[in-house]
């Protein structure tokens, strides 16, 4: 999977986590304030019941008849798709004096400390009477006082079974809208994250296909740095990298054809003299064979100069690293070159005051300092 689909997936993954929870949140918290005010709202219907019952209370002076109040206003309430449910008036010791139904008249009562009933109903149906057991806890009551202000009964409204597990339009209304925000926010992180993701993975690309150009041999790419951030950081590197590879490329190239140059003179020479040896043209004698000996030496100081050099490049050059007194390296080479120095009448002088100890491999120190003196011997004039 690329990176760009894994990016994709992880913004959709974590947005939609994001959008469930918010989503879950926000539509409990609309369902319980709008439970809470449908439940204010049939509080106050049902202190207006109250209120009525409490003037049939004062007219009849009993409660004879008020099952027909009840029903009515039961009636009303339903018809109006807000008073679902049955209505139950209580005596203060808990008995039954009216409902908008009969069987609730013969409903056996309980109070419970929560300030909730429960209610055991018995339906005879044929031969055969069957309980029904509703439990109303905390539900919506209203009381009933008398002329003299004492309390003569209590009003609940029982729900219907599972009326209240129904979702109403208001609700249904919500979650279509929660489902279209989540719906319509999804395509919006899906859209800003292919957006997002060509501006943050452009550079990134842009790499490969420098890289890939690399490994086909071509060291010239280099890939602009439009940004600040973590990838331009790492563009700035990959084109000091870049840089530092081609120029060892054309170090390198520089160094085979100074070997090649280097190698040419001696193999040249070694070539004409034993040719001339074969014509004729050159006795075979003592001088001869020191010439072409001296020769070969040279290009096997050549070959090991160049076996040397690749050690160093491969970091595999071995170093015996001592305490060296710098004076008398400078001395001792200043020694070996003074008869070449003479003869090109070069001046050629030790200056070793204050030059302190370091710690380093004589041989190999020895060996840098005969080559510089060699190359500055060799373009120096009189």
């Not at 590197?237 to 060892?248: I, K, P, V, Y």
């Not at 491969?314 to 690293?321: I, T, V, W």
Request: glycine fraction near 8%.
């Amino acid at each position: 999977m690329s990176l760009r689909a894994r990016l994709l997936l992880l913004v959709v993954v974590v947005a939609g986590l994001a959008l469930a929870a918010a989503a879950i949140l926000s539509r409990q918290a609309v369902r319980t304030e709008f439970l809470r005010l449908e439940t204010s709202e049939r509080t106050v219907r049902l202190e207006e019941a109250a209120d009525l019952l409490g003037g049939f209370l004062r007219e009849r002076g009993s409660w004879i008849g008020a099952d027909s109040v009840l029903a009515r206003w039961r009636g009303r309430a339903g018809a109006s798709g807000r008073g679902r449910g049955e209505l139950l008036l209580l005596g203060p010791d808990g008995s039954v004096l009216a409902a908008s139904t009969p069987e609730y008249h013969t409903a056996r009562v309980e109070r419970r400390p929560d300030d909730g009933l429960a209610i055991t109903v018995s339906r005879r149906e044929g031969d055969v009477v069957r309980l029904r057991r509703e439990l109303v806890v905390g539900g919506p009551h209203a009381v009933v006082r008398g002329p003299d202000g004492t309390l003569r009964a209590t009003l609940y409204r029982i729900p219907v079974m599972n009326a209240e597990a129904l979702p109403s339009p208001f609700i249904v209304s919500v979650n279509r809208w929660l489902l279209l925000a989540a719906l319509v926010s999804g395509a919006l992180a899906i859209l800003l994250t292919l957006a997002l993701s060509r501006r943050i993975l452009g550079p990134v690309e842009a790499l490969t296909a420098a890289v890939r150009r690399m490994e086909r041999g071509d060291l010239s790419p280099r890939v602009p740095v439009r940004s600040s951030d973590e990838i331009a950081e790492l563009t700035r590197a990959f084109n000091r990298m870049a840089e530092s590879l081609q120029e060892n490329e054309e170090s390198r190239r520089r160094l085979l054809g100074d070997v090649a140059h280097e190698l040419r003179s001696p193999l040249t020479n070694l070539r004409c003299q034993i040719e001339a040896v074969e014509d004729g043209l050159l006795p075979p004698d003592a001088a001869t064979l020191k010439s072409l000996h001296e020769e070969t030496l040279l290009m096997g100081r050549l070959i090991e100069d160049i076996q040397d050099l690749a050690l160093a490049e491969a970091g595999r050059l071995p170093l015996h690293r001592e305490r060296v007194d710098m004076r008398g390296v400078l001395e001792a080479a200043a020694a070996s070159f003074t008869p070449i120095a003479r003869d090109r009448r070069v001046a050629l002088r030790v200056e070793s005051d204050g030059a302190a100890p370091v710690d380093a491999d004589p041989a190999r120190l020895a060996q840098v300092l005969r080559n510089l003196v060699a190359n500055a011997l060799a373009h120096t004039p009189e």
